[in-house]
């Protein structure tokens, strides 16, 4: 598949979202057209991360929308960061991770992929970033990766055993952080969020690893114990102790 001009790319990205901004049923326009996600690769970002076990973000951001891309340094967790959250998580056993607020599921897919022997689960809020991360699981045929679309206040956590977390709730507090310029969530809203994850973390057995990034400590049960931080801190990797 040859890479298209990037005169035409910009002119394809523009036509794809001002459509997308016309049409009332945005997720079924994703469905139809998902394939403007891919066409202007030439290698299959993903199969280069399997085949070379690394892969620059520029590179594998391009399976994403422009749209979404521009998105990436503040929302999208980078390869090397998956890479070594995934592997503390392999490391003390989790074979069924969740990954709170996948947005279009960079973190899942890079783990899918680094991770075979385990099955990763993004759970988002916004069904049109849910539709494009299923359709890269559609296009590159991941077995051990899903995403659904679900308010967090319905899921139950009790199938899984590690979690990942990269500031779920960053944009119900801070405005400047919004992907589409609207806050999702009222103060309250966005609290009873927090309070519901940390309750169902709290329901994890002892051992249950913990992976965030950016993630604020008020967000982290008191039964979780940190274990290690690098990259300043901003990465963090806990452990269910009590």
């Not at 690394?54 to 090397?80: C, G, K, M, Q, W």
């Not at 899921?155 to 960053?170: Q, R, V």
């Not at 919004?178 to 940390?198: A, P, T, W």
């Amino acid at each position: 598949m040859e890479v298209l001009g990037s005169a035409y790319n910009q002119k394809l990205d523009k036509y794809f979202f001002t459509l997308l901004n016309a049409i009332p049923n945005r997720v079924a326009f994703f469905c139809c057209f998902n394939f403007c996600t891919f066409v202007k690769t030439k290698a299959m970002p993903l199969n280069e991360l399997k085949q070379n076990g690394t892969i620059y973000d520029e590179t594998f951001d391009l399976i994403f929308p422009a749209a979404y891309r521009l998105h990436s340094n503040r929302h999208f967790t980078s390869v090397y960061i998956a890479q070594r959250a995934v592997q503390f998580l392999n490391e003390h056993g989790a074979k069924q991770v969740l990954d709170i607020g996948s947005a279009t599921g960079k973190f899942c897919l890079v783990a899918a992929v680094s991770k075979p022997e385990m099955h990763f689960t993004g759970v988002e809020y916004r069904e049109d970033q849910v539709v494009i991360a299923n359709a890269c699981v559609q296009q590159f045929k991941l077995q051990n990766v899903s995403f659904e679309c679900a308010n967090i206040l319905t899921n139950s956590f009790a199938a899984f055993d590690g979690f990942y977390m990269f500031n779920p709730f960053l944009e119900n507090k801070d405005a400047s952080a919004n992907m589409d310029g609207e806050k999702l969530n009222s103060d309250e809203m966005s609290n009873q969020f927090i309070m519901h994850v940390k309750e169902e973390l709290d329901q994890r057995p002892i051992g249950t690893p913990l992976v965030t990034y950016w993630t604020p400590i008020e967000q982290i049960p008191t039964a979780y114990e940190l274990q290690q931080a690098v990259f300043g801190d901003t990465l963090k990797f806990w452990l269910k102790v009590k």
